[in-house]
């Protein structure tokens, strides 16, 4: 049985797991969380005044970012000891909270750890992937992962698929152009290897895009286990009418939330 302190969470392990959390992947780079820490909980709140000027206008960008630092908080406390459970805004009326994860004492398996490595070694590949394929068992687990967190990940396997995600692209990098004071964002080259696949929801509510974000944590930190190198996409869904065409041409009318892009690291690269 444990004592009285045995079952509260000591605050040097939990700004451990909480810096751990804070290098999960961030939509135009803006981190925007802030954490609040107890004895039994960690609080997760929204920091809107870290949105860059005229991007991510529906705050899709940061829904995603914070819930991937949400499961990159698991991922640390497991490694350390602790079990979580996630309530997902917690208080309606305070629509800046996204979450309460609340803590208990649990069991640290290799697994656990070899994610938390992850937290440090996965880095966001902006280089052609080597033609090396994604290995079939890889991706079906991928595709689990994103499952579990209550969402669903589409592969944009064949050549028809890669060309109309590329037609779609391209028309959302000019419309990105356009606006006023917007950053468009290089996407890179796919080589032979790259597995692309399209991160969607069923809806496109607060909570659902918390959950995508949560999703693509769990892919990304898999991914690097597994080494492969990984990149998100968002900025393709910042134009509202490329997401709709996206939606009813490549994901089954679902509410597309990010393209992962996965392969095999250039030797010497991190992941």
Do not use: K, Y
């Amino acid at each position: 049985m444990l004592s009285d302190h045995e079952d509260l969470l000591d605050p040097v392990t939990a700004w451990t797991a909480v810096e751990l959390a804070c290098r999960a992947p961030s939509v135009h780079h803006t981190r925007p969380w802030r954490w609040r820490i107890g004895p039994t909980e960690l609080h997760l709140f929204l920091e809107r005044n870290r949105r860059p000027a005229a991007l991510d206008p529906d705050e899709r960008g940061l829904l995603l970012s914070c819930g991937a630092a949400v499961h990159h908080l698991q991922v640390a406390l497991r490694a350390v000891g602790w079990d979580s459970v996630v309530h997902h805004l917690p208080h309606p009326a305070r629509p800046d909270h996204l979450a309460a994860v609340e803590v208990r004492p649990g069991r640290t398996r290799p697994e656990d750890l070899a994610l938390a490595v992850a937290i440090d070694r996965r880095r966001t590949a902006r280089r052609s992937h080597t033609s090396r394929p994604v290995p079939a068992r890889l991706r079906e687990g991928f595709c689990d992962l994103a499952a579990a967190a209550g969402t669903l990940l589409v592969p944009w396997d064949g050549p028809v698929a890669r060309w109309r995600a590329a037609r779609l692209a391209d028309g959302a990098a000019v419309a990105r152009a356009l606006a006023p004071g917007a950053v468009v964002e290089s996407d890179g080259h796919e080589g032979p290897g790259t597995w692309p696949a399209l991160l969607v929801t069923r809806d496109d509510s607060r909570l659902s895009r918390l959950r995508a974000g949560e999703a693509l944590s769990a892919v990304l930190l898999e991914a690097a286990v597994a080494g492969l190198a990984g990149r998100p996409v968002t900025q393709l869904f910042d134009v509202p009418e490329v997401r709709a065409r996206v939606a009813a041409e490549l994901a089954d009318g679902h509410v597309p939330q990010a393209v992962l892009r996965l392969g095999w690291a250039v030797a010497g690269a991190p992941p």
